[in-house]
């Protein structure tokens, strides 16, 4: 700032000088100077910046000259066409030397260049001074604008954070400011295009597996027919064709328990987890005994929740599935619950053999090393989906080859033990 403020006074000051010159070589016109010694036009008093300001009438050839008093000498600032700055033993001068259009002198217009740089230093303070007394106000209302324009982001970003993955509604425009309103309606045509693409995508799933229920249900019956009324070898392809259209209905009916996974509860209730696991259990214990399997089952009698009984069933039937269809045999599968984590545990035994990548496990059609066991694997993605239905979490963990489901109950449900 001080050095654009000392160029617009030099400017000014310069253009001053000009008019002086002009001024004083019109009015000298007609006169002309009287070969004699230099004449000192003595101070008056009147001001303090008098002898900061001088000027100079000589002959051409500087033998005589009419000089105010406190002006440097021709030695000290000789005279130079045009503007000059000048260093002399009584300090910095600025200087305009002028030949009028009769050649019969010339003049020096001087100003020494304290007298400009107080100006210039007034100048600066002057202007810096409400600045720096305003600027605390300044920054203050900055901030104020600023942390108020981007609350509102700040907002919409928690909104954000806390929504589902499968939730596409999209945000109300009441009272926003423009810009929140114009992120949001992006935001918006972005979600509604999202919730489109999947809802195709489910409805395609659901509608080929349903398409595919009744031919399969229908071949497998028709190869049923055929076994008695064809040789042995034949029977046998037809066993094969049999097995192989088992896992395709097998699959048809993943498909549709994913399709229905994906979407949320239309009903919920109070219910006892602990009675489903049992229930569950009771189906599957002969199961478990053609494998030589024993569980060992460790809950309270009551573990209270709300929530959609069909979901938690299906959630927790597929899990104890996976866990009787992946141990070996003759081994234990363990089913407890810690009232303090708030979480149930399924822990099952695996063979030195299995290669489990728990950070897959969930995936569609993942199933690792265990391609020769009957599934589908989707198993686990229905698991994910329900979980994300009823607020619970899922996790997996090898140790020691033992595999173990953690179910972590939904935080906000009031439970009774």
Same mark, same amino acid.
């Given at each position: 700032?001080?050095?654009?403020?000392?160029?617009?006074?030099?400017?000014?000051?310069?253009?001053?000088?000009?008019?002086?010159?002009?001024?004083?070589?019109?009015?000298?016109?007609?006169?002309?100077?009287?070969?004699?010694?230099?004449?000192?036009?003595?101070?008056?008093?009147?001001?303090?910046?008098?002898?900061?300001?001088?000027?100079?009438?000589?002959?051409?050839?500087?033998?005589?000259?009419?000089?105010?008093?406190?002006?440097?000498?021709?030695?000290?600032?000789?005279?130079?066409?045009?503007?000059?700055?000048?260093?002399?033993?009584?300090?910095?001068?600025?200087?305009?030397?002028?030949?009028?259009?009769?050649?019969?002198?010339?003049?020096?217009?001087?100003?020494?260049?304290?007298?400009?740089?107080?100006?210039?230093?007034?100048?600066?303070?002057?202007?810096?001074?409400?600045?720096?007394?305003?600027?605390?106000?300044?920054?203050?209302?900055?901030?104020?604008?600023?942390?108020?324009?981007?609350?509102?982001?700040?907002? /919409?970003?928690?909104?954000?954070?806390?929504?589902?993955?499968?939730?596409?509604?999209?945000?109300?425009?009441?009272?926003?400011?423009?810009?929140?309103?114009?992120?949001?309606?992006?935001?918006?045509?972005?979600?509604?295009?999202?919730?489109?693409?999947?809802?195709?995508?489910?409805?395609?799933?659901?509608?080929?597996?349903?398409? /595919?229920?009744?031919?399969?249900?229908?071949?497998?019956?028709?190869?049923?027919?055929?076994?008695?009324?064809?040789?042995?070898?034949?029977?046998?392809?037809?066993?094969?064709?049999?097995?192989?259209?088992?896992?395709?209905?097998?699959?048809?009916?993943?498909?549709?328990?994913?399709?229905?996974?994906?979407?949320?509860?239309?009903?919920?209730?109070?219910?006892?987890?602990?009675?489903?696991?049992?229930?569950?259990?009771?189906?599957?214990?002969?199961?478990?005994?053609?494998?030589?399997?024993?569980?060992?089952?460790?809950?309270?009698?009551?573990?209270?929740?709300?929530?959609?009984?069909?979901?938690?069933?299906?959630?927790?039937?597929?899990?104890?599935?996976?866990?009787?269809?992946?141990?070996?045999?003759?081994?234990?599968?363990?089913?407890?619950?810690?009232?303090?984590?708030?979480?149930?545990?399924?822990?099952?035994?695996?063979?030195?053999?299995?290669?489990?990548?728990?950070?897959?496990?969930?995936?569609?059609?993942?199933?690792?090393?265990?391609?020769?066991?009957?599934?589908?694997?989707?198993?686990?993605?229905?698991?994910?989906?329900?979980?994300?239905?009823?607020?619970?979490?899922?996790?997996?963990?090898?140790?020691?080859?033992?595999?173990?489901?953690?179910?972590?109950?939904?935080?906000?449900?009031?439970?009774?033990?």
């Amino acid at each position: 700032m001080y050095v654009e403020v000392s160029e617009e006074v030099d400017e000014l000051f310069d253009a001053e000088m000009v008019q002086q010159a002009k001024t004083l070589a019109t009015l000298m016109r007609d006169q002309a100077l009287n070969e004699q010694d230099d004449v000192i036009i003595a101070a008056l008093g009147a001001h303090e910046y008098e002898e900061r300001v001088a000027y100079r009438m000589e002959s051409l050839n500087s033998a005589y000259a009419l000089v105010t008093m406190g002006a440097p000498t021709s030695d000290e600032l000789p005279y130079a066409e045009g503007f000059q700055v000048v260093q002399t033993p009584t300090g910095v001068w600025h200087s305009f030397g002028m030949t009028p259009a009769n050649g019969s002198y010339r003049l020096l217009l001087m100003q020494e260049d304290s007298f400009r740089s107080e100006l210039r230093t007034d100048l600066v303070v002057d202007t810096l001074i409400p600045i720096l007394f305003l600027l605390p106000f300044i920054l203050w209302s900055g901030w104020l604008v600023i942390n108020r324009s981007f609350s509102s982001f700040n907002r /919409l970003a928690e909104q954000l954070r806390r929504r589902k993955s499968d939730d596409y509604r999209t945000f109300p425009l009441e009272h926003d400011d423009e810009e929140i309103a114009i992120v949001k309606g992006a935001l918006n045509q972005y979600v509604e295009r999202i919730a489109k693409t999947l809802q195709r995508e489910k409805r395609f799933s659901a509608d080929a597996a349903h398409e /595919l229920r009744t031919p399969l249900a229908a071949l497998k019956t028709s190869l049923q027919n055929l076994q008695g009324s064809i040789t042995a070898r034949d029977a046998k392809q037809v066993e094969h064709t049999i097995e192989s259209t088992d896992r395709l209905i097998d699959l048809v009916e993943s498909l549709l328990t994913l399709s229905r996974a994906e979407l949320p509860p239309t009903t919920s209730q109070q219910l006892n987890l602990a009675s489903i696991v049992r229930d569950i259990i009771a189906t599957q214990v002969p199961r478990a005994e053609q494998r030589g399997l024993r569980f060992v089952v460790e809950l309270p009698k009551q573990i209270g929740l709300s929530g959609a009984a069909d979901y938690w069933h299906v959630l927790l039937s597929n899990l104890i599935d996976n866990a009787i269809k992946y141990a070996p045999a003759d081994t234990v599968i363990v089913i407890d619950f810690s009232a303090h984590q708030q979480q149930l545990f399924i822990v099952n035994q695996i063979t030195d053999s299995a290669e489990v990548d728990v950070q897959r496990v969930g995936e569609r059609f993942y199933r690792g090393q265990h391609l020769n066991i009957k599934g589908s694997g989707l198993g686990a993605s229905i698991v994910a989906s329900l979980a994300l239905q009823l607020n619970a979490a899922v996790t997996y963990q090898v140790v020691q080859n033992q595999f173990t489901v953690a179910i972590t109950l939904p935080k906000t449900e009031e439970r009774s033990f």
